[in-house]
Nanobody
Protein backbone atom coordinates (compact mmCIF):
# COMPACT_ATOMS: atom_id res chain seq x y z
CA UNK A 1 0.00 0.00 0.00
CA UNK A 2 1.04 3.57 -0.66
CA UNK A 3 0.51 5.92 2.26
CA UNK A 4 0.35 9.58 1.23
CA UNK A 5 1.80 12.19 3.58
CA UNK A 6 0.86 15.84 3.07
CA UNK A 7 2.83 18.92 4.03
CA UNK A 8 2.87 22.62 3.30
CA UNK A 9 -0.37 23.88 4.77
CA UNK A 10 -0.60 26.99 6.90
CA UNK A 11 -2.06 30.45 7.33
CA UNK A 12 -1.88 32.92 4.46
CA UNK A 13 -3.54 36.22 3.61
CA UNK A 14 -6.02 36.49 0.78
CA UNK A 15 -4.21 36.87 -2.51
CA UNK A 16 -1.22 34.89 -1.27
CA UNK A 17 0.23 31.57 -2.34
CA UNK A 18 1.01 28.20 -0.82
CA UNK A 19 2.42 24.97 -2.17
CA UNK A 20 1.25 21.67 -0.81
CA UNK A 21 3.30 18.51 -1.17
CA UNK A 22 2.21 14.90 -1.03
CA UNK A 23 4.87 12.25 -0.62
CA UNK A 24 3.89 8.65 -1.34
CA UNK A 25 6.69 6.15 -0.89
CA UNK A 26 6.91 3.13 -3.15
CA UNK A 27 8.04 2.12 -6.62
CA UNK A 28 4.44 2.14 -7.84
CA UNK A 29 4.11 5.91 -7.51
CA UNK A 30 4.45 6.52 -11.22
CA UNK A 31 1.36 4.39 -11.88
CA UNK A 32 -0.86 6.26 -9.42
CA UNK A 33 -3.43 8.93 -10.05
CA UNK A 34 -2.74 11.56 -7.42
CA UNK A 35 -5.53 13.79 -6.25
CA UNK A 36 -6.03 16.73 -3.94
CA UNK A 37 -9.34 17.06 -2.15
CA UNK A 38 -10.52 19.51 0.45
CA UNK A 39 -13.14 19.63 3.15
CA UNK A 40 -14.35 22.83 4.76
CA UNK A 41 -16.27 22.81 8.06
CA UNK A 42 -19.82 21.65 7.54
CA UNK A 43 -19.21 20.74 3.90
CA UNK A 44 -18.56 17.56 1.99
CA UNK A 45 -15.12 16.62 0.79
CA UNK A 46 -14.62 17.79 -2.78
CA UNK A 47 -12.11 17.19 -5.54
CA UNK A 48 -9.74 20.10 -6.07
CA UNK A 49 -7.49 18.63 -8.75
CA UNK A 50 -5.97 15.37 -9.87
CA UNK A 51 -3.24 14.16 -12.17
CA UNK A 52 -2.99 10.77 -13.84
CA UNK A 53 0.11 8.67 -14.38
CA UNK A 54 0.24 10.07 -17.90
CA UNK A 55 0.10 13.65 -16.69
CA UNK A 56 -3.50 14.48 -17.56
CA UNK A 57 -5.03 16.94 -15.13
CA UNK A 58 -8.43 18.14 -14.15
CA UNK A 59 -9.56 20.88 -11.81
CA UNK A 60 -12.60 22.00 -9.93
CA UNK A 61 -14.12 25.04 -11.61
CA UNK A 62 -13.56 27.06 -8.46
CA UNK A 63 -9.77 26.73 -8.67
CA UNK A 64 -9.13 26.78 -12.42
CA UNK A 65 -6.54 29.38 -13.31
CA UNK A 66 -5.38 29.70 -9.69
CA UNK A 67 -4.18 26.21 -8.70
CA UNK A 68 -1.75 23.93 -10.50
CA UNK A 69 -1.24 20.25 -9.79
CA UNK A 70 1.99 18.55 -10.76
CA UNK A 71 4.03 15.48 -9.97
CA UNK A 72 7.66 14.46 -9.77
CA UNK A 73 7.90 10.70 -10.17
CA UNK A 74 11.62 10.72 -9.32
CA UNK A 75 10.71 12.14 -5.89
CA UNK A 76 7.48 10.17 -5.44
CA UNK A 77 5.77 13.48 -4.76
CA UNK A 78 2.75 15.36 -6.02
CA UNK A 79 2.28 19.09 -5.57
CA UNK A 80 -0.53 21.59 -5.48
CA UNK A 81 0.57 25.14 -6.17
CA UNK A 82 -2.13 27.50 -4.93
CA UNK A 83 -2.14 31.15 -5.93
CA UNK A 84 -4.57 34.05 -5.56
CA UNK A 85 -5.96 32.34 -2.51
CA UNK A 86 -9.39 33.32 -1.24
CA UNK A 87 -10.98 32.91 2.19
CA UNK A 88 -13.31 30.33 0.66
CA UNK A 89 -10.27 28.14 -0.06
CA UNK A 90 -9.95 27.58 3.69
CA UNK A 91 -10.23 23.84 4.35
CA UNK A 92 -8.36 20.72 5.29
CA UNK A 93 -6.63 19.50 2.15
CA UNK A 94 -6.21 15.78 1.66
CA UNK A 95 -4.01 13.87 -0.74
CA UNK A 96 -5.38 10.75 -2.40
CA UNK A 97 -3.41 8.04 -4.16
CA UNK A 98 -5.43 5.87 -6.56
CA UNK A 99 -3.85 2.76 -8.02
CA UNK A 100 -4.62 0.87 -11.23
CA UNK A 101 -6.89 -1.54 -9.36
CA UNK A 102 -8.97 1.48 -8.25
CA UNK A 103 -7.97 1.11 -4.63
CA UNK A 104 -7.04 4.34 -2.94
CA UNK A 105 -5.33 5.64 0.17
CA UNK A 106 -5.77 8.96 1.91
CA UNK A 107 -3.31 11.17 3.71
CA UNK A 108 -4.00 12.64 7.12
CA UNK A 109 -4.77 16.10 5.76
CA UNK A 110 -3.18 19.52 6.11
CA UNK A 111 -4.96 22.68 7.16
CA UNK A 112 -5.02 25.68 4.85
CA UNK A 113 -6.42 28.89 6.29
CA UNK A 114 -6.84 32.02 4.19
CA UNK A 115 -7.49 35.21 6.10
CA UNK A 116 -9.36 38.14 4.58
Amino acid sequence: QVQPVESGGGLVQAGGSLRLSCAAAGSAFRFLTMGWYRQAPGKQRELVADITSGGSTRYADSVKGRFTISRDNAKNTAYLQMSSLKPEDTAVYYCNALNLARFDNWGQGTQVTVSS
